[in-house]
């Protein structure tokens, strides 16, 4: 009987706890990392108005002279211009829904518009003033505070949620993946250089954004496999 015990407390239900408390002691550890090093960012960028090195980075992102450069930025821009974020993610949901994939819905529409209320209260609580070189011609009016930037927070977050659920979901042979993931991994990359190219802010707010929509999409995509798991269970019950 003892050893009977021991056998099922060492056995594969055992492995799978011991596995469970692993994985969620490194999720721990990396959110840990995130916020910390959002917090001093936003410390920072509380108290200063710009960092020292945003200026020569500023200077060099709006000194790149390649044909074409200045509209690639603005286009990709676009997806988080005014409205079209919130249209973006209602759409992009109900083709979800259309699909049947009623969580995916629910997974992208959390996190797209879950940063959007975290970005906002962050720019309320560090309130850093929209303030921006000279020298960069390109530079319109742009309004609000400047800490972590909207449009980068809101990539991560909308095509960040894409690219997971592309990875996760698509057949690894097929050429449809490759496409998808190059698709939404993109914007993402290009967007801190399109906001630090027109003028509309410092790298550091670029950076700030990066950091904070990383965490927050990291979130999303956990709650997403607790529903998956859950969506799993009830249909085995």
Not at 126 to 147: D, K, V, W
Not at 218 to 228: D, E, H, L, W
């Amino acid at each position: 009987m003892e050893l009977s015990c021991r056998n099922e407390q060492s056995g594969p239900h055992a492995t799978s706890r011991v596995g469970a408390r692993r994985r969620l002691w490194r999720t721990g550890v990396l959110y840990a990392a995130g916020l910390s090093t959002f917090a001093v960012l936003a410390a920072f960028a509380h108290l200063y108005a710009f960092f020292g090195w945003d200026v020569p980075a500023q200077d060099f992102i709006c000194h790149i002279q390649v044909p074409g450069f200045a509209n690639s930025m603005r286009f990709v821009s676009v997806a988080a211009n005014g409205k079209t974020p919130h249209i973006l993610t209602v759409l992009t949901s109900l083709i979800f829904l259309l699909m049947g994939l009623r969580i995916e819905a629910a997974g992208l529409f959390f996190s797209a518009t879950g940063s959007s209320l975290v970005n906002l209260i962050a720019k309320l609580l560090i309130a850093r003033p929209r303030t921006l070189p000279e020298s960069n011609s390109l530079i319109t009016t742009y309004t609000g505070n400047s800490f972590p930037s909207g449009h980068v927070t809101f990539y991560v977050c909308y095509f960040g949620f894409l690219f997971f659920v592309s990875h996760a979901l698509l057949p690894r042979e097929w050429l449809t993946r490759r496409l998808a993931l190059t698709v939404t991994a993109l914007p993402v990359l290009l967007i801190g250089f399109s906001r630090v190219y027109l003028g509309a802010h410092w790298p550091s707010d670029t950076v700030g954004a990066y950091v904070l929509g990383g965490v927050w999409l990291a979130f999303s995509i956990g709650m997403y496999r607790r529903m998956k798991q859950q969506s799993s269970r009830d249909l085995r019950v």
